[in-house]
């Protein structure tokens, strides 16, 4: 059995497509289990460039089963356009796409809504993507969300939508926004959303027979840790869990078929959006991190936040997911630097912390304490073996390691596929040989 959960262990865009895209071939299906279509994965093939928001990434691998899980929130026009992108790349979905009939739909109430929100929220605003992906989780959790299952009884749905329409039209109303017409939402969305109907099928039932019959699943997380509803810099966090455990109950494969967890972190840390970010950088080197890392992100084209590597937010990610193994992305990216800090607490009214603290403003409030690693100044692009890296970069990384506390075994030095280490005798070695 070999089912292992490819988790972001910062603030997410950790690089997770670049590693899903490079395991999948080893095993039978891929699977999202949390997330909406804030999610985007860039995936470089051959020099062309691919995101994908939705569907996961397992799609571009010729032969493989893709299912998007109970956990996904699933806007049904946003993956039928993101389904004829990807079919115009020349690769088919058709018959290897799976929507579980309990992923919750995302309807145009949901945009409406978090737009009024986070407008009503002014300077407190979560800078949330817009999607409609957080007021979609509140229905869930409200008992009251409409299911991709329900697209197959279109009598029931009209009635849910309508009267979820009318719900959504007092708050809009409320908060000085314009409200939606039912009739045209329930006649031309639905009429479009029905597309997806043929892929909906009982997912749960489905993955748990194909590790009965021996198959293999890799479970791939959106966001990252710090953005996990429970563990992340709650309220600045998304609204679902993209931990580990989330993999169990957003697929409803039970915990203990999941047999490993790879946890995939950058070289040095990145956020989007607002909330505390205690190594975040506002000098030249948090601007060479953005230009040299390309850090703007692939969905919404915001420019990423840029800090020194956290290994405070590393070992509690490595605790928090049971990461057995990781992958360091965006090596290369640090190439240049004459100097490298390690933030290994944080000082806060004169104590240093080695945890968390539980509070978003108190984290806004410590100073990082920083450990000081000489540069190695010279290019590690391209780099495929671990004995070539520069004698700096390996000391680095030894440390991040140590640091964190769990082994490194994949070191990624470039965008493409094969600019990758991945170490001899390591854990996703012996994957990717059998
Ligand atoms: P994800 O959401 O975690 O998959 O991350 P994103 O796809 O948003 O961001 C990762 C970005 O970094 C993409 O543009 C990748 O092509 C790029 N990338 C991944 N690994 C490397 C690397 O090792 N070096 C460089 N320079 N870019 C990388």
Not at 4 to 21: L, R, S, Y
Request: aromatic share 6%; hydrophobic share 40%; net charge negative.
């Amino acid at each position: 059995m070999k089912n292992v959960v490819v988790i972001g262990m910062q603030w997410g865009d950790e690089g997770k497509g670049k590693v899903v895209d490079l395991i999948a071939p080893h095993f039978d299906i891929v699977a999202r289990y949390q997330g909406g279509h804030n999610a985007g994965h860039t995936v470089i093939i051959n020099g062309e460039r691919h995101v994908l928001h939705l569907v996961p990434s397992g799609i571009m691998h010729e032969g493989k089963m893709c299912v998007i899980g109970n956990g996904v929130v699933v806007d049904p026009l946003e993956l039928l356009k993101e389904i004829k992108e990807i079919e115009a790349r020349g690769v088919k979905v058709d018959g290897r796409l799976l929507v579980s009939s309990r992923a919750h739909l995302i309807w145009p109430y949901h945009r409406a809504l978090e737009k009024a929100n986070e407008e009503h929220r002014g300077e407190n605003k979560v800078g949330t993507t817009l999607r409609g992906i957080g007021p979609c989780y509140e229905d869930k959790s409200a008992r009251r969300g409409i299911r991709a299952g329900d697209l197959l009884y279109p009598e029931l749905l009209r009635d849910k939508l309508s009267a979820n329409i009318a719900d959504a039209n007092t708050l809009l109303k409320a908060k000085g926004a314009s409200v939606l017409d039912a009739v045209s939402v329930s006649e031309s969305v639905v009429e479009q959303a029905n597309q997806i109907a043929p892929m909906v099928a009982d997912t749960a039932v489905y993955l748990n027979a194909q590790i009965k019959a021996g198959k293999n699943i890799l479970f791939e997380g959106a966001q990252g840790t710090m953005l996990d509803v429970d563990h992340g810099t709650y309220p600045f966090v998304t609204s679902s869990n993209g931990t580990s455990g989330g993999a169990a109950t957003g697929t409803g494969v039970p915990p203990n078929h999941i047999t490993d967890v790879l946890g995939i972190m950058k070289a040095y840390t990145t956020r989007v959006g607002s909330g505390p970010f205690p190594t975040e950088l506002f000098d030249a080197t948090g601007e060479l991190l953005r230009e040299r890392g390309h850090e703007y992100g692939a969905s919404t084209g915001r420019p990423r936040r840029c800090g020194w590597f956290d290994a405070v937010v590393g070992r509690y990610a490595v605790a928090i997911n049971g990461v057995t193994t990781i992958a360091v992305m965006k090596m290369d990216v640090l190439d240049t630097l004459a100097e490298l800090k390690i933030c290994t607490a944080y000082r806060y009214k004169g104590v240093d912390l080695t945890e968390i603290p539980h509070d978003a403003s108190i984290l806004e409030m410590v100073e990082p304490v920083y450990e000081t690693f000489p540069g190695w100044q010279s290019s590690t692009v391209g780099i495929t073996s671990y004995e070539e890296l520069p004698e700096k970069a390996r000391a680095y990384l030894d440390r991040l390691s140590e640091l964190v506390g769990c082994q490194i075994d994949l070191i990624s030095t470039g965008p493409d596929r094969v600019e990758t280490i991945i170490r001899d005798g390591s854990r996703l070695k012996q994957w990717m040989q059998n």
